[in-house]
């Protein structure tokens, strides 16, 4: 049977709906990088949508980056570097930033240490100006170290002394996961390393890791790539690059013996799981599997483990996941997929493993149906592009990518690796890294229900 003319261009009209809402699914982030001749390097992502600019300046310097016997000193910069120096004394930066309606912040992580501004385009030359003055130099006094020195020791006691749980879930897991030293040590920081900190340690450290050399900026919004390279030239081409000491050896393999420890938490009145598993290298052809399985698991109330934990065997009270301290993609070094989960205090912890275990099992076996692999993708591509759309979000993105892979693209392959993973890869990720001997679990259980236990066998005698 013949079609008529209409009807032949209805049906073409058909099948190219598909492809074009592919296409029209697919977003290429604006990515421009250029590399000063003192080695800064910068990357500009265009976007005229709001009269605002993201900007982010990243350091190759971490917790597992910085020497023996001055941990905690990448969290200590995190908070020196808001100290001003001689040209912009202490408060300037907050109230240069805030004033012209813009906000920042920073954060250390173990392969980075973070500096993010936004604010309307209009500020972006005051911003690069006091960025680039504290890479230049710090005011470095007494009374300034003293001072950082006693925050950075109280936000310890607060976000983790005197916290429930005490951020076991990331703390903790990462001193028994890995083996060795730059991977497990306290990068928060140890009290003795802290107060014997010299001002000669700080300023040796603020030049051997903080200059342009060791560090990626990172610019989003209103503004060209041509703008951005000239902005960055005028403000940081001067700055010498300076020699940035031979970074560690932090290698090490997926574990080989399941480890178990029991906390006691005086401060908890639930117990908490957590099980950590070491993820796949950065860059890994399994790495986008892993993000899927990660998701597939622990991401939200669809999640296998909510529905088997949560509402199916009703052992938990809930469900989260963590990738280390970072991202399933913004690390560099060994890292950790963790499941994290409060339980009632009518099971415990070896209930919670063996369901956990069972959800498991059952991907290995089955793999993963179609609509549920298609739904779990759609919900990491939504929350990819989600946090591109911030522009403070995508300088800091791109400027991390560009430091940990070498190539701030990464950003506009990462859809397209986490659309490629299928069943059979994210049964493979399951077989190869959510393993008992690549595990590592802490049961923290609050000190009146590990008293009650204890109780409970005599009372019966």
């Known amino acids: 049977m013949k079609r008529n003319a209409a009807g032949t261009l209805l049906a073409m009209m058909l099948c190219a709906l598909p492809a074009l809402a592919a296409a029209a699914d697919h977003w290429d982030i604006p990515v421009a990088v250029k590399k000063l001749d003192n080695g800064l390097t910068v990357v500009v992502s265009e976007d005229r949508s709001a009269p605002v600019v993201g900007v982010s300046v990243v350091y190759g310097i971490g917790m597992r980056l910085e020497p023996r016997n001055r941990t905690g000193f990448a969290h200590l910069f995190e908070h020196l570097m808001f100290e001003g120096s001689e040209n912009a004394p202490e408060g300037v930066f907050d109230r240069v930033i805030t004033g012209g309606g813009g906000r920042n912040n920073g954060s250390t992580r173990p392969d980075f240490t973070n500096y993010i501004e936004i604010a309307p385009s209009s500020a972006i030359e005051p911003i690069l100006w006091l960025e680039a003055d504290r890479m230049k130099m710090l005011d470095f006094n007494p009374a300034t170290l003293k001072n950082q020195q ?115 938490d005086k401060l908890a009145q639930v117990p908490a799981i957590a099980m950590s598993w070491k993820m796949p290298d950065r860059g890994s052809d399994d790495q986008p599997a892993m993000s899927v399985l990660g998701a597939l698991l622990a991401n939200g109330d669809a999640s296998r483990l909510y529905q088997g934990l949560v509402k199916g065997r009703e052992l938990a009270l809930n469900v989260d996941s963590l990738y280390g301290l970072t991202s399933e993609w913004e690390y560099n070094g060994p890292t950790l997929f963790t499941v994290f ?119 019966q005698e």
């Open 150 to 264: 006693d925050v950075v020791k109280e936000e310890i006691r607060v976000n983790v002394q005197n916290q429930p749980y005490g951020g076991f879930m990331w703390l903790d897991v990462g001193f028994n996961a890995f083996q060795k030293w730059e991977n497990n040590h306290d990068g928060y920081g140890s009290f003795e390393d802290l107060e014997n900190a010299t001002l000669d340690d700080v300023r040796a450290f603020h030049r051997d890791y903080y200059g342009p050399n060791n560090a990626v900026l990172g610019l989003a919004g209103d503004l060209s790539p041509e703008e951005g390279f000239a902005l960055a030239e005028k403000y940081f081409g001067e700055i010498p690059a300076r020699p940035v000491p031979e970074g560690p050896d932090f290698s090490e393999g997926l574990n080989t013996q399941e480890k178990r420890i029991q906390q006691p």
């Open 341 to 459: 989960a409060l339980y009632k205090p009518t099971t415990d912890a070896d209930a919670v493993v063996a369901a956990v275990d069972a959800e498991i099992a059952a991907i290995v076996a089955d793999g993963v149906d179609a609509p549920t692999l298609a739904r779990v993708k759609t919900q990491l591509l939504a929350d990819w592009y989600n946090g591109m759309e911030s522009f403070i979000s995508r300088a800091d993105t791109l400027a991390k990518l560009q430091l940990l892979w070498g190539d701030a693209e990464v950003a506009n392959r990462i859809p397209g690796w986490i659309e490629g993973v299928t069943s059979a890869d994210v049964q493979r990720a399951a077989r190869t890294y959510l393993t008992a001997a690549n595990r590592t679990v802490i049961d923290r259980v609050p000190e009146a229900i590990l008293a009650a236990r204890a109780a409970a066998p005599k009372a």
